[in-house]
Nanobody, 124 residues
Framework: QVQMVESGGGSVQAGGSLRLSCAVS????????MGWFRQAPGKERAGVAS???????RYADSVKGRVTISRDKAKNTLYLQMNRLEPDDTDMYYC??????????????????WGQGTQVTVSS
């Protein structure tokens, strides 16, 4: 059974940083498509960052230059380093994975496995 557990969310002031983690069990993230998404109540889930099988990364325009996605294969953990946080970054953040899709993508449809989310709140 695949489990993906996010952590690292919290409340910070604008300009601060957070590092989100996604610990995965029952599934090897080594060469999988992995991604981070965000969603507010009543809104569609939106891609934040994605890393493909080949290691290429893609970022939403709203976070480019402020966010870095990475994975630690030995720890089977996905990370999202978020810097210079803004109030508009406030949302629930989810990690996701898929073992068939090859290239990085910010579209949620290809992802098979999802975590339960961690809340990020940025105050001005």
């Amino acid at each position: 059974q695949v489990q993906m557990v996010e952590s690292g969310g919290g409340s910070v002031q604008a300009g601060g940083s957070l590092r989100l983690s996604c610990a995965v069990s029952g599934y090897s993230i080594g060469d999988s498509l992995m991604g981070w998404f965000r969603q507010a109540p009543g809104k569609e889930r939106a891609g934040v960052a994605s890393i493909g099988r080949g290691g290429g990364a893609r970022y939403a325009d709203s976070v480019k230059g402020r966010v870095t996605i990475s994975r630690d294969k030995a720890k089977n953990t996905l990370y999202l380093q978020m810097n210079r946080l803004e109030p508009d970054d406030t949302d629930m953040y989810y990690c996701a994975a898929d073992d068939n899709w090859l290239s990085e993508t910010l579209a949620p449809a290809p992802y098979k496995y999802w975590g339960q989310g961690t809340q990020v709140t940025v105050s001005s």
